[in-house]
């Protein structure tokens, strides 16, 4: 017949689609920012700002006009960097097994723990 022999698919919501539109390119060469732009309808800048300074900071990324990229040093790095974009439902361990070091995912402050209010 004239089918795809498909049987099943993924739809990713927008903020997943922002993440892998960071993730694969920053793995494969460099993330483009129009590109990204052009993928996710949201500015480059806009997001993931923090994490992409802090690993600046540590010599990891380098970013230009229009692009971001892993360092020499980043490149040996690379999953451990792509985990700072990834959706907590895809980190591969709980918060508890991570060091709490400056590069842990889990360091920013939308995974700081949240005060419960009892009313």
Not at 67 to 85: K, N, V
Not at 91 to 106: A, H, I, Q, W
Not at 109 to 114: G, L, Q, S, V
Request: charged share 25%.
């Amino acid at each position: 017949r004239s089918r795809l022999p498909c049987n099943r698919g993924l739809i990713r919501n927008p903020e997943e689609q922002m993440r892998w539109a960071i993730i694969l390119p920053l793995k494969n060469m460099a993330v483009n920012k129009h590109t990204f732009q052009a993928r996710t309808g949201v500015a480059f800048g806009d997001q993931f700002r923090e994490r992409i300074e802090r690993l600046k900071e540590h010599g990891l990324l380098y970013e230009t006009e229009s692009t971001l990229a892993l360092t020499h040093r980043g490149r040996f790095f690379a999953d451990e960097i792509c985990q700072q974009f990834e959706s907590t439902a895809y980190r591969p361990f709980p918060v508890e097994r991570y060091e709490p070091g400056p590069l842990s995912p889990y360091r920013l402050p939308e995974y700081a723990p949240r005060a419960v209010i009892a009313s």
